[in-house]
């Protein structure tokens, strides 16, 4: 592991050094995903059990505590936020740690506030998320079809998405789309959802199905290829490839005469681990280094105890433990092998 210190004055001054997280493998860790809540008003087959048990509000680190740690991570190098979940719309006072968050970006110390939804909340939110200095989003999707999008979210209301989608793009949101390929379940959404991304100036970001959690039901029979997904997509339209990079991990493809920029992100087929930039804390003050592993440091102690150079050292020790790469390839193969966590625990 390198540990690099640049002598560097952020603008305000706001700390005094911004330090770089080079990892064991040279990559530079500057991409933080906070899951704000593991909690959920949908329960989406592939995500999670119908019945699942959350963790009690008293696990959960307080807006001071994530700001707390915003801080020690933006000294440490942190450039990027995406606020996920759970859904992270569903916590009470969201906003309070939102507006909180846009004070960094207005500042300049964080190049960018993002966050993953699913959307149901987002007409009430949009205006505030844009407000805080966000500039663009990702809202999860699987299908168009009322009846299927009940179905795969277990309840969930696809016009209440739509209209927060349509919030967003009017408070100048840019939106995009993250739909999971699901075999035999929403292999026919893809033409629609691509047709309708196109006519609204969305993105769309297919993403493979992960291994993640125990009792999620057919979790290996729903699991498809995303170049056998696109199949239906290729067939009837040419794919470009694109040199644009967001900071996640998608390669993206221009969808010609659709106009439509499609990021495919292929944890199962196509391994991206080379690049990986990001870390995860979880609502109860935990960093994972990797969504598919368990090595992890526990941060809300440190932070409970008011040590502020045990969570310095704690992230030190984290940059240690990142792996090179995921295992969900022998995971899914190996159901004995499946990481205990589910996605919304670690968010997306
Ligand atoms: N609730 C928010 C949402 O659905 O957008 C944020 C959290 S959700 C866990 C983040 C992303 O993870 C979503 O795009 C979701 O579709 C995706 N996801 C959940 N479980 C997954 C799995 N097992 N494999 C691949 N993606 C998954
Ligand atoms: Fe909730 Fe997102 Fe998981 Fe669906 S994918 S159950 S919306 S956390």
Known sequence: MRWHRLIQLCPKGFCAYIAQMIDGFGRNIDYLRISVTDRCNFRCAYCMPEQQTFLPHSDLLTYDEIMALVERFIAHGIRKIRLTGGEPLVRRDIEVLIEALGQHVKAGHLDELTMTTNGSRLQKFASLLASAGMKRINVSLDTLDPNAFRQISRGGDLASVLAGIHAARAHDLDVKINMVALKNENEDALLPMADFCAEHGLDLTLIETMPLGAGVLE????????????????ARYRFHPL?????????????????????????????????????????????????????????????????????????QTAL????????????????????ARHMNATGG
């Open 219 to 234: 979790r290996e029979e729903r699991y498809i290829a995303l170049d056998d997904f696109t199949a239906p997509l290729r």
């Open 243 to 315: 040199a644009h990079k967001s900071a996640g991990p998608a390669r993206y493809w221009r969808v010609d005469t659709l106009g439509l920029r499609l990021g495919l992100i292929t944890p199962m087929s196509h391994n991206f681990c080379d690049h990986c930039n990001r870390i995860r804390l979880t609502t109860d003050g935990k960093i994972y280094m990797c969504l598919g592993s368990e090595l992890h440091v526990d941060l809300r102690k440190a932070l409970r105890d008011g040590v502020p150079s045990d969570v310095d050292h704690l992230l």
């Open 320 to 339: 240690r433990l990142k792996p090179q790469r995921h295992e969900f390839e022998s995971q899914l193969a190996q159901p004995g092998l499946r990481l």
